[in-house]
């Protein structure tokens, strides 16, 4: 599937193994960026809807890791390891996410904290290493729907916290945000 961004020019070559999605949070970045990176409140909101996290370990700071099971509505347990690859403080994040710490179908994600007046906008963009795999998250495991809605959890989680409203999902078409 070809895609262009929004100039008409050819797309990122990487567009076909990406996913991009982003959503505005009605809390300033750095009280964001923290619900994201303490493991106290990331495991209060992570995953899809239905789903609850365990830690088994968790050290956030480049060449650092966070180990943990998913648990599925349905009873299924997903191991899960993320390796943190850069750290920018409140901007951005990058990470190494797969099954095991030699994952070799491991995606990477680059998320970023944009300010947005009093409020931030989170893009949170995926790769995977390749077209086959993407197409398998999309379809097989439901990855749009389910960042779609860890955000959303993520933005429910800070406006408990800061008793603010919780704002809106942003999909990003493929090759939009080059």
């Known amino acids: 599937m070809a895609t262009t961004s929004s100039g008409g020019e050819a797309a990122h070559p990487t567009a076909d193994r990406e996913i991009v999605i982003a959503r505005t949070i009605s809390a300033p970045r750095e009280v964001v960026f ?27 700071r480049v060449g650092g890791a966070w180990d943990f099971v998913m648990h599925g509505p349905d009873g299924t347990d997903y191991q899960e390891w993320i390796t943190w690859r850069e750290i920018v403080p409140p901007e951005r994040i990058a990470l190494l996410h797969g099954e095991s710490r030699d994952d070799p179908n491991a995606f990477e994600s680059v998320l970023t904290f944009e300010p947005a007046g009093e409020r931030t906008r989170i893009v949170m963009r995926t790769l995977f290493p390749s077209k086959e795999l993407r197409d398998e998250a999309v ?26 409203d919780t704002d809106r999902d942003e999909t990003v078409p493929k090759g939009a945000e080059s």
Request: hydrophobic letters at 35%; proline letters at 2%; aromatic letters at 16%.
């Open 139 to 164: 379809e097989k495991y439901h990855a749009i729907e389910g960042g779609e809605q860890t955000l959303r959890n993520l933005a429910a989680y800070v406006a408990d916290l800061t008793g603010s």
């Open 34 to 60: 923290e619900a994201f990176t303490r493991v106290r409140h990331l495991s209060r909101w992570w995953g899809p809807e239905g789903f609850t996290t365990t830690t088994r370990a968790f050290e956030f």
